[in-house]
């Protein structure tokens, strides 16, 4: 099996989880956090923690020009923050490319979510990056690399 999920093997979901409503209760996550990280066989590149603080270092510099703005809505969890940053990354860079860097990485980075793609070991391209802010979901940075 490889991991589909929407969220990396460290903060995996499952994939049915984006059909669920957040209101899953403690067991059904647990069960949930279980099955995902027994199905992550399939080893993908990641860019890590740093890279993620790097790229929010580099956006918060220029967050007077915000990317675009969502209805405002608070992000608790990396759950919503992968709710609201897919519809984006489907729309801009088609779902299908997204869907193909599953699973995500999802860090929160001083009150930032920090997603991005990967990509399997051995293959070549770049990962999208997109950052919100966690208290109103504003995009501060939306990037694809090559």
Known sequence: MNCQGPVSCVHTIHPAISLMPLR?????F???LTHSFSSCAQKHSR??????????????K?????????VPRPLPDSVAAVRIAEPI???TYGKKNIVDERPYEVYLIDKYWVVMGTLPEDTDGGVFIIILDSKDSRVIKLTHGK
């Open 24 to 28: 899953l209760g403690f067991y059904g």
């Open 30 to 32: 647990l069960l949930l």
């Open 47 to 60: 860019l890590g923690r740093e890279v993620a603080k790097e790229q929010l270092q580099e956006a918060l």
């Open 62 to 70: 220029r967050e007077a020009t915000v990317v675009s703005s969502t």
């Open 89 to 91: 990354l489907f729309r």
